[in-house]
């Protein structure tokens, strides 16, 4: 049986980006947090793995990487930001070349997010698309997808995250828990 690595972007002291209130960090702990009772709710035999909110990014991955194998799925949560009020949406980054099981994955994420939240669905996009090019939590041996629940920066998509995030963090659940097997 896989593993599932639940992980929230940021850490205590990175904050990550901030708007309409919220700062992204509190939010990605929120939502990873959710997730996690909910998988634990609904198959308390699943195996999860949840990031420590003191280590850094570099951290993270090193442990990951010394435990995760190519039967475990790794999902990393993260909000997006944009100057631009407007910009709107989830979106999910898989690494440039992703094996098919990290690209459906996404895929069945992002569409169930965006549906939930009712923001458009950005898609599942490489990581070459993002602001950094190359996102190393994508590199373990895990099936990995990062996603940006929605824009921090828009007033609606963070509403509508309020009023129906619990029901994403449930899809979400469900999703991993049947991946895993
Ligand atoms: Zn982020």
Same mark, same amino acid.
């Given at each position: 049986?896989?593993?599932?690595?639940?992980?929230?972007?940021?850490?205590?002291?990175?904050?990550?980006?901030?708007?309409?209130?919220?700062?992204?960090?509190?939010?990605?702990?929120?939502?990873?947090?959710?997730?996690?009772?909910?998988?634990?709710?609904?198959?308390?035999?699943?195996?999860?793995?949840?990031?420590?909110?003191?280590?850094? =990014?570099?951290?993270?991955?090193?442990?990951?990487?010394?435990?995760?194998? &190519?039967?475990?799925? /790794? @999902?990393? *949560?993260? $909000?997006?930001?944009?100057?631009?009020?407007?910009?709107?949406?989830?979106?999910?980054?898989?690494?440039?070349?992703?094996?098919?099981?990290?690209?459906?994955?996404?895929?069945?994420?992002?569409?169930?997010?965006?549906?939930?939240?009712?923001?458009?669905?950005?898609?599942?996009?490489?990581?070459? =698309?993002?602001?950094?090019?190359?996102?190393?939590?994508?590199?373990?041996? &895990?099936?990995?997808? /990062? @996603?940006? *629940?929605? $824009?921090?920066?828009?007033?609606?998509?963070?509403?509508?995250?309020?009023?129906?995030?619990?029901?994403?963090?449930?899809?979400?659940?469900?999703?991993?828990?049947?991946?895993?097997?």
């Amino acid at each position: 049986m896989g593993v599932i690595f639940l992980i929230a972007g940021h850490h205590l002291k990175d904050p990550g980006a901030s708007g309409n209130g919220y700062q992204e960090n509190k939010l990605t702990i929120e939502m990873r947090d959710l997730i996690a009772t909910r998988i634990r709710q609904l198959s308390p035999g699943t195996i999860l793995w949840i990031d420590d909110d003191r280590d850094t =990014l570099t951290q993270v991955i090193a442990k990951v990487n010394a435990v995760a194998t &190519a039967d475990d799925y /790794l @999902l990393d *949560v993260h $909000f997006d930001a944009a100057a631009s009020p407007k910009a709107s949406g989830a979106t999910v980054f898989v690494a440039d070349g992703a094996r098919d099981k990290s690209k459906s994955f996404g895929k069945d994420i992002v569409e169930f997010v965006s549906t939930i939240l009712r923001i458009p669905n950005r898609g599942v996009r490489s990581e070459v =698309l993002s602001n950094r090019k190359r996102l190393g939590i994508l590199h373990t041996k &895990a099936s990995s997808a /990062l @996603l940006e *629940v929605g $824009f921090i920066s828009n007033p609606t998509d963070m509403a509508n995250h309020e009023d129906w995030k619990h029901w994403a963090a449930d899809e979400i659940a469900r999703i991993c828990i049947a991946r895993v097997g």
